[in-house]
């Protein structure tokens, strides 16, 4: 690689996100990672009182014109990988700049994601898992620029780690790295300052394990589940 490249992960919250991030983080030409770059904007923006608010607020970029600037550095060789959450990306903020980056969606099975939001997040309401908005992005990228980004199913990352990377880095231009398959414990310079609440799994991660369990679900988690599925489905017609 010869050139920085942006590539812009979206998906929503507990969509093994983290453990890609952590993927993305061990190759060899990434030369930055950002987490959720928004996350602090977004907060600030809605008032949501999410655990550790004050924290982000006043730790991370808060201004969004100031988080585009960032995103879309064209300075130096390598690729600058980009954990984004779909909700983060309110309507008040310029969606333009998207095009200036390789845009990707990781997806998820909704009852694992809501199960999992909840139990970090009681409060969370429909639009907090991001299925809505995920959806219109993809299809506002796909729309303007008349191709369908890279669609990854966490369900089929860990089930198959390395084809499905595989599949991936072709699919965005970049070589294959097996170093995206293992990485170290622990918490990384580039974690926000939530990652002790939202990452306490990931810390002790060191590759993509299968989620082996049957779990049962709660009623509200399959009442929000029924209301993702349509998303869900559509976004997954185009996955990898």
């Not at 550790?52 to 006043?58: A, G, K, L, R």
């Not at 990707?104 to 694992?112: A, M």
Request: charged share 25%.
């Amino acid at each position: 690689m010869t050139e920085r490249l942006n590539i812009a992960m979206w998906s929503g919250p507990r969509n093994l996100s983290t453990a890609l991030m952590r993927s993305f983080g061990n190759r060899a030409d990434v030369i930055e990672v950002f987490d959720e770059p928004f996350y602090a904007s977004y907060l600030k923006l809605t008032n949501k009182k999410h655990p550790m608010y004050d924290e982000v607020i006043s730790t991370h970029e808060s201004n969004w014109k100031n988080v585009i600037t960032k995103c879309i550095v064209t300075r130096g060789e390598g690729i600058c990988y980009q954990k984004h959450m779909v909700h983060h990306l309110l309507p008040i903020i310029d969606k333009s700049w998207i095009f200036q980056c390789k845009n990707c969606f990781l997806i998820r099975d909704p009852k694992q994601v809501i199960s999992s939001f909840l139990k970090k997040w009681p409060e969370a309401n429909f639009d907090d898992f991001g299925f809505r908005s995920q959806i219109d992005l993809f299809n506002f990228i796909k729309n303007e620029l008349q191709e369908i980004p890279a669609v990854l199913d966490a369900t089929d990352l860990t089930n198959n780690p390395e084809r499905c990377l595989k599949i991936l880095c072709k699919k965005i231009n970049i070589s294959w790295d097996p170093r995206m398959l293992k990485w170290e414990a622990g918490l990384k310079s580039y974690d926000g300052i939530w990652a002790p609440h939202w990452y306490p799994s990931v810390q002790t991660s060191t590759e993509f394990n299968k989620n082996t369990s049957k779990r049962e679900f709660s009623k509200s988690v399959l009442n929000f589940a029924a209301q993702a599925e349509d998303y869900y489905s559509e976004l997954s017609s185009y996955k990898i």
